[in-house]
């Protein structure tokens, strides 16, 4: 039996896993660059969010036409844990670049400010946040940031527990979970 994943699905998995990692870390320093260096990388984040974004799509419907490999879990408790984590992990991998590309629109200077994913391909604002009213775009680039900054948080967390849930699996309960979703054979 072939207990792995596809390798499109593998591909998928890890590009999305080290862009947003490397957003996490852009953002993260992005107060100990250089002032000169703050819009680009900020720019940089965004069109990584909108590239996380078009993979995370690609991948939820890759998985829809693409069965995975059962669980090799022994325990109905360990099984609902796996496929809740994943379920979540799947909805934190769209909302969290929608959310940031909702404050984005949202902020004050974007209509002098055109976004372009990696300085190459125009990329739109989402109009009717864009332009509502000066107030209510300031209350919702509020919101959105916060919302974004709050997913991420909580994208943290999961991703502490999904990486140790896939190590235990592997090393305490002996099964070959890591050669699931790496390359090769």
């Not at 900020?42 to 939820?60: E, P, Y």
């Not at 629109?105 to 976004?115: G, I, L, Q, R």
Request: aromatic share 12%.
């Amino acid at each position: 039996m072939n207990n792995r994943y596809t390798k499109t699905a593998v591909i998928l998995h890890w590009l999305i896993a080290v862009l947003m990692i490397c957003n996490v870390m852009l953002i993260w320093f992005v107060d100990y660059y250089p002032d000169e260096w703050a819009r680009p990388v900020i720019d940089t984040h965004k069109s990584i969010g909108v590239t996380v974004l078009g993979l995370a799509l690609m991948r939820i419907l890759w998985r829809i036409g693409h069965r995975p490999p059962s669980l090799e879990v022994k325990s109905s408790k360990e099984k609902f844990a796996a496929h809740l984590a994943h379920g979540i992990l799947y909805v934190l991998i769209v909302a969290i670049p929608l959310s940031g590309w909702m404050h984005d629109s949202a902020w004050k200077d974007a209509a002098e400010h055109p976004m372009k994913l990696f300085g190459l391909v125009d990329w739109p604002r989402l109009s009717f946040i864009m332009n509502a009213p000066p107030a209510a775009k300031e209350k919702l680039h509020d919101l959105f940031g916060n919302i974004h900054s709050l997913l991420g948080y909580i994208l943290y967390v999961l991703l502490i527990l999904h990486i140790a849930g896939a190590l235990k699996h592997q090393f305490v309960d002996k099964q070959r979970q890591l050669q699931r979703m790496w390359f090769g054979g």
